[in-house]
Structures are given as C-alpha cells and as structure tokens.
C-alpha cells in the first residue's frame, strides 16, 4: 500500500487577471501574487501537480492563428530570474472565424516529476504533463466557425507526450502560468479568471 496522500492548494488566484492581447511572445497572464512560490529540495520522482485555469480567449478571424500555453518555471523574483518552460501545450489552431468577444475556455493539465537534479548547479529535473483544453475558440483544425460545432476539447499536448525544459529542482523556484500567440492582433488576446495549483502527491 502507498503512502498516503493528500491534495493541497498551493495557489489559487484572489481576482481575475488582467486582458492580454496585440503580443506573441509567451509571458505571464497569472497576477503576480498568484505566482506559486516552491522552496528548495521541493520535489522527488513522481511528485505530481494539477493546473486548472477558466478564462476567456478571443481571436481576429482569418489569420487568427495558434494559441499556446506553458508552465513556466522561474528562479525569480518575479521575472527578473530564468525563465524555462517545463511543459507547454504546443501552439493550439485558433478558429478562422472573428471571435472579438471573449468566449469561456478551461484548462487542466497534471504533471509529474519525472527527474531530479543529481548535483548541486546542474539543472536536471524535468516535468511530464498531459491534460486537456476545451472552448468554442480551440479548434482540431482551421475553419470551423463558432457555433457551427459543440466545444472543441483538445487533448494536450497537441505532440506526443514529453519531457519539458529541464530546470533545477534544489533551488527556490516559482510555478508561473504563460501564453503566447503565433498572430499579434487586438482581437487575439486572454484573460485569466480563475487558476489553481493543486500538489496531488
């Protein structure tokens, strides 16, 4: 029999975060005191985290493009630290259809620590995360209009499963939450209203 576990909220968002579009280069959307704070030696082999976020997702139409999120880890404070993506969900095809008013998605994602860092300085430790991500705007394909189908669900990563960025586990680092897009629009943009980290063992 395994020991026994216990689900434990390491963070969970007191107020909707800010809108973020007219971008394309992945940053945080998460209110900087969301950010989950990890302490030194935090992790072993097979410790494993759930990432839930509800939000909104509006896109420009045509050349709408791809969306994509990651689990940024971040040796902070704040962002003046190094930034690695220990997971990302790939870059997510975005409907053709103009959707300049945001529309609901939500996200879950559970990963697990697949290594650990060997030796002091050497960053080794990495994370291995699947989940999914539903909504009118997430599409299999281009083309597809909203309200001309059910929700999409997408299962994530849109690859085959992997290991992310290495990163060093024996030092404090911060779970970040981050998203990018292939196409920078006004109308391309994201807001984050609820988030929760949750350590499921």
Do not use: H
Not at 20 to 42: E, I, R
Not at 150 to 166: E, K
């Amino acid at each position: 029999m395994g020991a026994p576990y216990f689900v434990q909220v390491l963070a969970s968002n007191r107020a909707t975060g800010s809108a973020f579009n007219t971008y394309t280069t992945a940053k945080s959307v998460l209110n900087a005191a969301d950010v989950v704070q990890l302490p030194v030696n935090w992790c072993q082999i097979g410790s494993k985290f759930r990432i839930r976020m509800a939000g909104s997702l509006s896109c420009v139409g045509t050349t709408s493009g791809t969306v994509t999120f990651q689990v940024m880890f971040n040796t902070g404070p704040g962002v003046t630290g190094t930034n690695t993506v220990a997971w990302t969900s790939g870059a997510i095809q975005m409907t053709t259809t103009a959707e300049t008013t945001a529309l609901p998605i939500v996200m879950e994602v559970v990963l697990r620590v697949t290594a650990v860092d060997a030796v002091e300085g050497t960053a080794a430790a990495t994370l291995l995360g699947q989940g999914y991500l539903t909504g009118l705007i997430p599409q299999l394909g281009a083309g597809a209009a909203v309200g001309t189908v059910t929700d999409s669900i997408i299962l994530l990563p849109a690859a085959a499963p992997t290991n992310g960025t290495a990163f060093a586990s024996v030092i404090q680092q911060n779970i970040d939450f981050w998203v990018g897009f292939s196409v920078s629009s006004a109308n391309n943009g994201i807001t984050v209203y609820d988030y929760t980290v949750e350590q499921l063992q």
